[in-house]
């Protein structure tokens, strides 16, 4: 048996040496050129016969930056700004890549690790007096594994992302505290379109996608004793749930130069059935520009973390980026 083994963990060398042992073939002079230029350009040396390691369409090439876009960034504004609720409810997302992408092992990405951090705030512009309610702070550190499985005809597993941590807190004091945990796992479902859509930078590269989000949370033991302190008996999960889905669907209205659109509905799951919660979101791509017109629904519980118990329903308009 050892016998064997070493024959196995041997025959690759053999077979490299024997092949370097043949006597080189002639090339004609115009090829020999050729394969000059080719050796004086900077190679993928995970590349094998001129091929790309498997990874590289989904994590670009070393000149790609590593900096890139997160969740959605949009400003919106519920009324006018002349108005006492007036408010501006801004996000900024981004991540980073923090191994460069020809990092691989046996030519895959095996540590695909990625930094983010995503603000959501409410800047309160019809109260100079209090500029802002409230504002999110979200960094995560997570792991992203393209798939692209067929499962279904067009439809495909696209990619599993591991969120080893994940954090949000509004960094406020007091009874207005509020902070928790989580370590997620997200498989991301897409219906692949049978034309190949132009804007990729915020807007989804299939006709349709699902993301299905689950999480184990922690940390948030503040928020059950407030709810205890006001005599509520529902804990901080029953509203923020156990996990999310988001569905998104992509040119579904009208053709032309305003073909570029998505729809986004985002809601929580394996939460208290009575304390629903959803979000509408609708970006049209302004062309030649880097905007998109944004329209936002709120629906329910959980809007922000000090409105986590509070129901509401309200709408946004503003624009959307992408960079």
């Not at 000059?36 to 670009?60: H, K, L, R, W, Y």
């Not at 915020?202 to 709810?227: C, P, T, V």
């Not at 529902?234 to 032309?256: H, Q």
């Amino acid at each position: 048996m050892k016998r064997l083994i070493t024959a196995f963990i041997a025959a690759p060398f053999f077979a490299v040496s024997s092949g370097a042992s043949e006597p080189p073939a002639q090339v004609p002079a115009a090829q020999a050129v050729q394969q000059a230029d080719a050796a004086s350009q900077p190679q993928d040396v995970n590349s094998i016969a001129g091929q790309q390691p498997p990874q590289t369409a989904c994590f670009g090439n070393k000149a790609d930056s590593p900096l890139s876009a997160h969740k959605l960034n949009y400003f919106a504004l519920n009324q006018w700004p002349g108005n006492d609720n007036a408010q501006v409810k801004f996000q900024i997302s981004m991540k980073f890549r923090l191994l460069e992408p020809n990092l691989y092992v046996l030519k895959y990405n095996l540590f695909p690790a990625y930094v983010a951090y995503t603000q959501k705030s409410l800047w309160n512009v019809g109260q100079p007096s209090t500029p802002f309610e409230e504002s999110n702070y979200n960094p995560e550190f997570f792991l992203d594994y393209p798939v692209n499985a067929a499962i279904l005809g067009a439809f495909k597993l696209r990619n599993i992302v591991i969120g080893l941590l994940e954090h949000e807190s509004n960094g406020l004091a007091g009874a207005q505290s509020r902070s928790w945990n989580r370590q997620y796992v997200l498989f991301t479902l897409g219906l692949e379109s049978e034309e190949k859509l132009g804007i990729t930078d915020s807007f989804i590269s299939d006709k349709a996608l699902l993301h299905i989000k689950l999480w184990q949370a922690s940390g948030y033991s503040e928020q059950d004793d407030y709810l205890q302190s006001i005599g509520s008996g529902a804990g901080f999960l029953d509203y923020m749930g156990r996990g999310e889905i988001r569905a998104s669907v992509r040119n579904f209205l009208w053709g032309g130069f305003l073909k570029d659109h998505q729809l986004d509905i985002k809601m929580p799951i394996f939460r208290d059935a009575g304390k629903p919660s959803y979000e509408v979101q609708f970006r049209q791509q302004i062309p030649d520009m880097n905007f998109a017109f944004y329209l936002q629904y709120w629906y329910g519980y959980g809007e922000t973390l000090l409105r986590f118990n509070q129901f509401g329903h309200r709408g946004f308009a503003g624009l959307s980026f992408s960079y």
